[in-house]
């Protein structure tokens, strides 16, 4: 590389900080093995901003956000801030970053790995070779709309959130879904509540003019209710290929789809802006998993879906798709060897602990590399 790439790092609360220390690992490895490096900064974020400034996040946190190539995020939260007020309890870090990032597009895979079908509640000829990826819309709709809020109606207290969404905000996380489904298997499936929500019934307009004048012709779209699709992720997983949705739909859906792979532990996250005049898109990758306060510390928390998610910073923000392969490639073989941290037990094998199952992957990379 020409010169290095930029990496903000904010492990949060929990097990964050644990399993962000395996990705500096992994950076390291890369740094002397693929002379690939970076400059990276670190910051505090969630309940551990709040112990020291009293705030989820800082304003010079969220300027270096602001500016670096990458996010990379642990996770936030704990019972100890269950109490705090809305604006600064831990999540509204997460929620500041993901708006003021303008990170309108979250990417979130759930593919199974051969090693651990067992690890899934499902029968294994219902999920081996589930490969789908959910594309969530990220800055609007029901978790940011106004009003909200406590409010007299009728003479009796009543608490509103509001969905709403414009047209652009749909096009353009439909846009993303779209150009993804091009670099896969080219069908759509976009999820609303058309029958019973106005807001639905716009979504599925907007998108289907998209799919109809925007060039994308060569995509399948279909339509499904999210009802549906929740049942359906369950009956015929493999039916999918790139689902986009709304917020609330995409947050409960992408959790449905994740334990379909067995485990929250195994599952990576990206969240991406529009591309500038540089060709450059802001952009925060993270574990699908929060931060387990109940394990925190004792180094049980498994490690891949950072590594995973760090996997997904190298395709997406970085253009290393090779690199981005051998760190995916390196988890494969760490769990195919039959090595497990204490979430995947029910497969059996060797328990790892979180420490040990990033050197694992370390030694597979140096394998993989050799």
């Not at 499904?224 to 949705?245: E, G, H, S, W």
């Not at 529009?274 to 993270?286: C, F, P, Q």
């Not at 590594?307 to 494969?332: I, K, N």
Request: aromatic content about 6%.
């Amino acid at each position: 590389m020409a010169a290095n790439k930029t990496l903000l790092m904010l492990p949060g609360d929990g097990i964050g900080p644990e399993v962000s220390a395996e990705v500096t690992k992994v950076i390291d490895w890369m740094g002397k093995r693929r002379a690939v490096t970076f400059d990276i900064a670190e910051g505090l974020v969630g309940g551990a901003a709040y112990d020291a400034h009293g705030v989820a996040i800082t304003d010079a946190v969220m300027e270096q956000a602001m500016n670096t190539d990458a996010v990379l995020f642990g996770a936030v939260g704990g019972p100890q801030y269950d109490n705090l007020g809305w604006d600064v309890r831990p999540e509204a870090g997460l929620l500041r970053l993901r708006k003021e990032m303008d990170l309108f597009a979250n990417l979130r895979p759930a593919v199974t790995f051969d090693a651990l079908l067992d690890a899934s509640t499902l029968k294994p000829e219902v999920i081996q070779g589930l490969d789908i990826l959910i594309v969530r819309e990220l800055t609007a709709g029901v978790y940011f709309g106004e009003p909200r809020g406590m409010q007299e109606w009728n003479g009796e207290e009543r608490c509103i959130d509001t969905q709403a969404y414009t047209k652009a905000e749909i096009e353009r996380v439909t846009e993303v879904a779209f150009d993804l489904a091009r670099k896969r298997r080219g069908k759509v499936t976009s999820v609303e509540k058309a029958n019973v929500m106005k807001t639905g019934v716009f979504w599925r307009q907007t998108v289907t003019a998209l799919h109809e004048t925007g060039g994308y012709s060569d995509i399948e779209l279909g339509h499904m209710y999210a009802d549906n699709c929740a049942m359906q992720l369950v009956r015929n997983p493999k039916q999918f290929d790139v689902i986009v949705t709304d917020n609330l739909f995409g947050d409960m859906l992408s959790d449905c789809a994740a334990m379909l792979t067995g485990s929250l532990g195994m599952l990576p996250s990206a969240s991406l802006g529009a591309v500038d005049a540089t060709g450059r898109r802001k952009a925060l990758y993270e574990p699908v998993h929060g931060s387990a306060p109940d394990i925190a510390g004792e180094g049980k928390a498994n490690p891949l879906a950072m590594l995973l998610s760090f996997a997904m910073a190298l395709r997406y923000s970085f253009d290393l798709q090779e690199d981005a392969d051998l760190v995916e490639q390196a988890v494969q073989d760490v769990l195919s060897a039959g090595k497990r941290t204490a979430d995947l037990m029910g497969t059996g094998g060797e328990v790892l602990s979180t420490a040990q199952m990033g050197d694992a992957v370390c030694a597979a990379l140096d394998k993989r590399a050799a």
